[in-house]
């Protein structure tokens, strides 16, 4: 079984930059997708940004041109660079493996990490 394990979160002013962090276990993890998500209190949880086995990325349109998702499949780790961060970027950020990639389109599944916390302060 996959597990997901985040790391990376904290606080930062805004205009700062975070480095966020997917640990996988799984010997399948270097051929599946990875999605980030992030869930503001009050709020739904929402895609941030996911990357296929190839390498194709997608990105919510709040984030385009601030946040870039990585993967190093040697080390099973997937990263979420994230700069010139607002206050609405406020969130548990999650991990999410396995899923399908296809037409710009993450299709997660149940293999979620515990998250990690983004405070972002004005």
């Known amino acids: 079984q996959v597990q997901f394990e985040e790391s990376g979160g904290g606080l930062v002013q805004a205009g700062g930059s975070l480095r966020l962090s997917c640990a996988a276990s799984?010997?399948?993890?270097?051929?599946?997708?990875v999605g980030w998500y992030r869930q503001a209190p009050g709020k739904q949880r929402e895609l941030v940004a996911a990357?296929?086995?190839?390498?194709?990325?997608t990105y919510a349109d709040s984030v385009k041109g601030r946040f870039t998702i990585s993967r190093d499949s040697a080390k099973n780790t997937v990263y979420l660079q994230m700069n010139s961060l607002k206050p609405e970027d406020t969130a548990v950020y999650y991990c999410?493996?396995?899923?399908?990639?296809?037409?710009?389109?993450?299709?997660?599944?149940?293999?979620w990490g515990q998250g990690t916390q983004v405070t972002v302060s004005s």
């Open positions: 799984g010997s399948t993890f270097g051929l599946n997708a």
């Open positions: 999410n493996g396995g899923g399908t990639f296809f037409s710009s389109t993450y299709y997660p599944t149940a293999y």
């Open positions: 990357i296929s086995a190839r390498g194709s990325t």
